[in-house]
């Protein structure tokens, strides 16, 4: 297990039962306004700076995203994280070793879990580019977040103890997960179409980590939710050494009432399937 300094750890909000954080976080995006016209997103990154903790954010947030910088500035303060500005241009891509095509620590340690959890063949690698390949569905991560809270209580539960790298990569105080598995009918957020073509859903949970996931014909496409929650009472669910990983994604959701914006944090890997793996099945049934 890693070691987290306490003075992170009593920072960051744990949830002992996936339940409660899965109605947690969709109750309070229940409050939002979820239409994609009122979404803000904005690429953030935490690290170090002087030897202090800090979420380095675009320079130009205060006049493109003034909610975003207001949202922020209520995290920082909960989280006691000092907001810098940073001028590169920051990509979501996971950078990857060319030269050995290695994957970063916490898209290697998803990808060795992902063969523990019943997918068949050799480690998925990392799409590139990475992003949604066109033909696969794209769902939006507030409806799976939805999704997983319905069959939360009617999917069936096994409980994982993963291998001592992916532990040491995505647990904090675990050495086990929770996952569930099932097929459902989801809407495509591109085309607002319900194909009757069911999709194979799979979430991961401990009390520090948390992350859903879809199959589409060619990826396997798991977002990582690292913090959130209403402007008036944000939360961080990973630590500062997890959070500080590699870059994240910021997503604001505007509230036409006042003190009733909210925001996810999450981190997306999008990993190409072969043909076996994408013909096979993610089921609580198989795994080991």
């Not at 744990?14 to 109750?27: A, C, E, I, K």
């Not at 520090?208 to 990826?219: L, R, S």
């Not at 050494?241 to 981190?267: D, G, K, W």
Request: hydrophobic content about 35%; charged content about 20%; aromatic content about 8%.
């Amino acid at each position: 297990m890693q070691q987290t300094n306490p003075a992170e750890t009593a920072k960051t909000t744990r949830y002992q039962n996936p339940s409660d954080w899965l109605n947690h976080v969709t109750g309070f995006l229940a409050g939002a306004n979820n239409d994609c016209l009122t979404r803000l997103r904005t690429t953030l990154q935490c690290k170090h700076v002087g030897g202090e903790p800090s979420l380095l954010v675009p320079p130009d947030l205060a006049q493109d995203q003034p909610e975003t910088l207001e949202y922020l500035n209520s995290f920082a303060a909960v989280t006691a994280l000092t907001l810098i500005e940073d001028r590169r241009r920051l990509a979501l891509a996971p950078i990857v070793e060319k030269r050995r095509n290695d994957l970063p620590d916490m898209a290697m340690a998803f990808s060795m879990l992902l063969q523990q959890t019943g997918l068949p063949g050799s480690l998925p690698t990392l799409s590139s580019p990475h992003t949604l390949d066109q033909t696969s569905r794209k769902i939006d991560i507030t409806q799976l977040l939805r999704a997983a809270n319905h069959i939360d209580s009617q999917s069936r539960k096994v409980v994982v103890v993963p291998k001592a790298f992916v532990r040491e990569r995505l647990l904090e105080h675990e050495d086990s997960l929770s996952v569930r598995a099932c097929k459902l009918t989801l809407t495509d957020s591109r085309t607002k179409d319900e194909e009757n073509l069911p999709v194979s859903f799979v979430q991961y949970h401990s009390s520090d980590f948390h992350a859903i996931g879809y199959k589409t014909e060619t990826q396997f496409i798991v977002s990582v939710y690292l913090a959130g929650g209403p402007i008036v009472k944000p939360e961080t669910w990973s630590s500062f050494e997890t959070l500080s990983q590699s870059p994240f994604q910021c997503q604001i959701f505007a509230s036409p009432y006042p003190r009733q914006s909210c925001a996810l944090f999450y981190r997306t890997f999008y990993f190409d399937l072969n043909t076996v793996q994408a013909d096979s099945e993610i089921e609580t049934s198989k795994i080991a």
